[in-house]
């Protein structure tokens, strides 16, 4: 019998460790290849660690809420064979650490993503469980920065904190930094009001992924000031559109067509007719982005929600649209995203009708400079213009929200390329190829 070692895999550029959520095969267990063994989480996804190989778990090296580095070993199978092995099928060779210079080019834009995995001021880069244990035992960022790091680039692994812990009591007290008078001081948030408990209540700890959704809500309403318009569009076209199609497409390709390829159609086209709402800002730069990668927010059924990302869907047709879409949407759901997935947006499209809404008034994901809201279709008497005359007939009306950050986005440039996201989706080619 041979050994192998099961390695956790490479989760997309930037992510460089993730956390056990709960081990799926006990220690004795025997498990078949492509078995999902694990899940783990990064700050950016959940996902399932599969095993290429049969054979036996003899021995479990990470167990729950303990972090793993890409490239390390997690589990030792026992397999046919003789010597000993581990995963290359999978996972690549750690390449050696990154010097400063590319760590901090690597690091700088996870920042300020919707997902991000930085905490306090942006300094400092901690794991899930370093954040946790930091924030249990009130430690402060000056605290932090003063723990020497034993984990690649200097960061601060699980051992390191425990330790600083243990021998807190011990310790002066570090000395908080010197600040010129000149340098402006950051905003203190006001501490949090104590909520009363009434007899019945139900107190409902925050899961992983909500505590990240609630940390970067909050973050990207204090990074960008937020403008939002409002425009009502008729689709009927869109609507006749679909209905002419839809079961063609579903017999030649075996899936359904939603309305959201039409919209990321929409969309992309205006973003071509105002490149700057592509952009972010980073300091007092703006960063033009060359590709068109649209964010599509999506509710998952534990009631969280998660992002993923069409890339360059400016290079995709309705029918590569359509299914791009129902992939990155059945495997959100189903928890088979891989953390590049959620990586790169540039725009981000939130379907609040899927939920009946009428509009909603969405919040930027950083670091990124616009969202769209695209409301429920509802049947609705209009006027319409005709050769003899206003007439009143029964449309397909639909509600668009548009929030930008005023930063970097006019009412002008904001206001125009939602109206032409509304041209472009009430004049819908009923000819269009699919």
Do not use: C
């Amino acid at each position: 019998m041979a050994e192998y070692k099961l390695l956790l895999p490479s989760m997309g550029e930037g992510v460089m460790e993730a956390t056990i959520i709960t081990w799926l095969f006990n220690e004795g267990d025997n498990v078949k290849e492509d078995d999902s063994v694990v899940e783990i989480a990064t700050d950016k996804v959940d996902s399932d660690v599969p095993t290429p190989v049969s054979g036996k778990i003899v021995k479990i090296l990470k167990q729950k809420d303990e972090v793993a580095k890409v490239g390390e070993a997690i589990a030792i199978l026992e397999i046919e064979g003789e010597g000993s092995a581990s995963e290359e099928v999978k996972t690549e060779t750690p390449a050696a650490a990154p010097d400063a210079e590319t760590l901090k080019a690597i690091e700088e834009p996870l920042q300020t993503v919707a997902a991000s995995n930085v905490e306090f001021s942006g300094d400092l880069y901690l794991s899930p469980l370093v954040k946790s244990i930091a924030q249990q035992e009130k430690i402060s960022e000056t605290e932090l920065k003063s723990i020497k790091g034993s984990g690649l680039e200097g960061r601060i692994t699980k051992e390191d904190i425990l330790a600083y812990v243990a021998n807190r009591g011990s310790q002066p007290a570090p000395a908080a930094p010197v600040q010129a008078a000149s340098t402006p001081q950051p905003a203190v948030s006001a501490p949090a009001a104590t909520i009363p408990v009434s007899a019945g209540d139900e107190i409902i700890p925050m899961d992983r992924m909500r505590k990240i959704i609630a940390e970067n809500m909050v973050k990207a309403k204090q990074i960008a000031p937020h403008v939002t318009s409002f425009i009502e569009t008729d689709v009927t076209n869109v609507v006749k559109w679909r209905n002419k199609n839809k079961a063609v497409f579903e017999k030649r390709e075996g899936e359904k067509l939603t309305f959201m390829p039409i919209f990321v159609k929409a969309v992309v086209k205006a973003i071509q007719d105002f490149p700057m709402i592509n952009v972010s800002i980073n300091g007092e730069n703006i960063i033009k982005k060359k590709n068109i990668n649209i964010g599509m927010a999506t509710a998952l059924p534990d009631g969280n929600l998660i992002v993923p990302v069409i890339k360059n869907a400016d290079q995709l047709s309705l029918s590569g649209l359509a299914k791009a879409i129902n992939d990155l949407a059945y495997r959100a759901r189903n928890k088979k995203l891989r953390p590049e997935d959620t990586q790169g947006a540039t725009y981000t499209i939130s379907n609040v009708g899927s939920f009946g809404n009428l509009m909603g008034t969405p919040i930027i994901p950083q670091p990124q400079v616009a969202i769209l809201a695209i409301g429920a279709i509802v049947k609705k008497p209009a006027v319409l213009e005709t050769a003899d005359g206003d007439v009143i007939a029964i449309r397909n009306l639909m509600f668009m929200s548009h929030s930008y950050d005023h930063r970097v986005v006019d009412g002008s440039l904001g206001g125009m390329m939602l109206k032409h996201v509304h041209d472009y989706l009430e004049n819908w080619d009923l000819n269009t190829e699919i």
